[in-house]
């Protein structure tokens, strides 16, 4: 095929793939597979627990798991759940993380004696 086809077709090629997924309620084979790469937790790794592995997996993979968790799962979940978690919202961030931890500490010195 042309390779015109794709760049004008590549909207519709995703949204069929993309609901052919959703309505089997499996993946693609190959949405499945990542590839797994060995990074080093230290400057020369010696042994194989000063490698990290880091999992890179399709972006349309990624893209429909981020979908589903938003749409189907999320809504279904108790707010009391969600409370403490930071990933997947629009105002959670490791920043908004640290801030949350560190108003917890400071409450819990004020308020208790046994706290260190």
């Known amino acids: 095929m042309p390779y015109w086809f794709f760049h004008y077709a590549a909207a519709e090629l995703i949204t069929h793939l993309v609901r052919l997924t959703l ?4 993946p693609h084979q190959a949405w499945k597979l990542a590839v797994v790469a060995p990074v080093p937790k230290v400057t020369s790794p010696k ?5 990290r592995p880091i999992s890179v997996t399709p972006i349309l993979s990624r893209l429909v798991e981020k979908q589903i968790v938003r749409k189907y799962l999320t809504p279904n979940l108790p707010t009391k759940l969600l409370e403490d978690q930071y990933a997947y919202r629009p105002t959670g961030s490791t920043t908004t993380a640290l801030v949350d931890i560190t108003h917890h500490i400071t409450l819990m010195l ?6 260190r």
């Open 23 to 26: 309505s089997n309620g499996t």
């Open 110 to 115: 004020e308020t208790n004696t046994y706290m």
């Open 47 to 51: 042994i194989l627990s000063d490698l």
